[in-house]
């Protein structure tokens, strides 16, 4: 099992940037697929971006391809969601996914097994 601890959400202006971390417990990080999904209000939780478990994979959804960059730190047992040019669209909770054994990088919210608390990230225009 694995828990995991979103932080760097905030308040930045159009055009700013953030990066999100998601700090995970356990000893088998490196075998955990990554993703970060977010929900904006008014819709369904939404795919971000993911990595695989040798990091070696990574998927970004078509909006935010170019502007976001998902990465691993197995040493530190965290992973990282670099927002930059944020747009006020962009405003929603953030949340850090894990999925045991996972060569792949999936997008679909059921195949994540442990889920972060969500942080809030608010673009203002």
């Known amino acids: 099992q694995v828990r995991l601890v979103e932080s760097g959400g905030g308040l930045v202006q159009a055009g700013g940037s953030l990066r999100l971390s998601c700090a995970a417990s356990g000893r088998a990080f490196s075998s955990y697929g990554l993703g970060w999904f977010r929900r904006i209000p008014g819709k369904e939780r939404e795919f971000v971006a993911g990595?695989?478990?040798?990091?070696?994979?990574?998927k970004y959804a078509d909006s935010v391809k170019g502007r976001f960059t998902i990465s691993r730190d197995n040493a530190k047992n965290t992973a990282y969601l670099q927002m930059n040019s944020l747009k006020p669209e962009d405003t929603a909770v953030y949340y850090c996914?894990?999925?045991?054994?996972?060569?792949?990088?999936?997008?679909?919210?059921?195949?994540?097994?442990?889920w972060g608390q969500g942080t809030q990230v608010t673009v203002s225009s």
């Open positions: 996914a894990a999925k045991y054994y996972s060569g792949f990088v999936y997008t679909s919210d059921s195949e994540y097994n442990y």
């Open positions: 990595i695989n478990w040798s990091g070696g994979s990574t």
